[in-house]
């Protein structure tokens, strides 16, 4: 069975940081795309970020324009696991994070074969 499996969220203040990480087990994901997705109540789905792994590496990176550059998307383990580092977290960053994997690039509207169970990230002053 394909699982993954999502840590690191919490609650923070505005302009702190957290890492999510997300570690994936049942198979490998070498040359397939993880990332991240977001849903915050009442709101619709939003892709945050996404990695390509190949070649023993991270072969490419994509971000939301959303991100600005306070966010940061990486791989490890053989493209296995990947993680979240966000920084300059702001209220409107509040949401249920998801770690999602594909063979398919991963983007806006796109719909991951492969989802974990998503952890809380809150930022409140």
């Known amino acids: 069975q394909v699982r993954l499996i999502e840590s690191g969220g919490g609650l923070v203040h505005p302009g702190d940081s957290l890492r999510l990480s997300c570690a994936a087990s049942g198979r490998t994901f070498t040359n397939d795309d993880m990332g991240w997705f977001r849903q915050a109540p009442g709101k619709e789905r939003e892709f945050v970020a996404g990695t390509r792994w190949r070649s023993g590496r991270t072969y490419s990176t994509y971000y939301s324009n959303f991100v600005k550059g306070r966010f940061t998307i990486s791989r490890a383990n053989a493209g296995n696991t990947v993680t979240l580092q966000m920084n300059k977290l702001d209220p409107e960053d509040t949401a249920v994070y998801y770690c999602?994997?594909?063979?398919?690039?991963?983007?806006?509207?796109?719909?991951?074969?492969?989802w974990g169970q998503g952890t809380q990230v809150t930022v409140s002053p």
């Open positions: 999602a994997a594909d063979s398919s690039p991963l983007g806006p509207g796109s719909a991951p074969s492969y």
